[in-house]
Nanobody
Framework: EVQLVESGGGSVQAGGSLRLSCAASGATFSSNCMGWARQAPGKQREGVAAIYFRNRGTSYAHSVKGRFTISLDSGQNTVYLQMNSLKPEDTAMYYC?????????????WGQGTQVTVSS
């Protein structure tokens, strides 16, 4: 079983940037990818981005493409989400995730979450 611990959330004004980090431990060798999902109040959780270990391929939600970048430090078992040009609609609890399924957001392991708040 893989354990995931997020950090880096916080509050920022619209147009600003934040970088989220997620450290993985445990059975990381058994996972095929890591990624991020988010859930805003009153909304369903949605996949944001994923990066695949085998070929470093990435996948992004349409709403964040061009603004968010996911990256992986495999030596540290850490995945990052660089978020630029943040918008108020990006406000949500962001969850680190692993064990990807066939659709972005279909993850088998989850962290506890870190809050991101973007003010206008």
């Amino acid at each position: 079983e893989v354990q995931l611990v997020e950090s880096g959330g916080g509050s920022v004004q619209a147009g600003g940037s934040l970088r989220l980090s997620c450290a993985a431990s445990g059975a990381t060798f058994s996972s095929n990818c890591m990624g991020w999902a988010r859930q805003a109040p009153g909304k369903q959780r949605e996949g944001v981005a994923a990066i695949y270990f085998r070929n470093r391929g990435t996948s992004y939600a349409h709403s964040v493409k061009g603004r968010f970048t996911i990256s992986l430090d495999s030596g540290q078992n850490t995945v990052y989400l660089q978020m630029n040009s943040l918008k108020p609609e990006d406000t949500a609890m962001y969850y680190c995730a692993a064990d990807c399924g066939g659709v972005l957001g279909d993850f088998g392991a989850w962290g506890q979450g870190t809050q991101v708040t973007v003010s206008s």
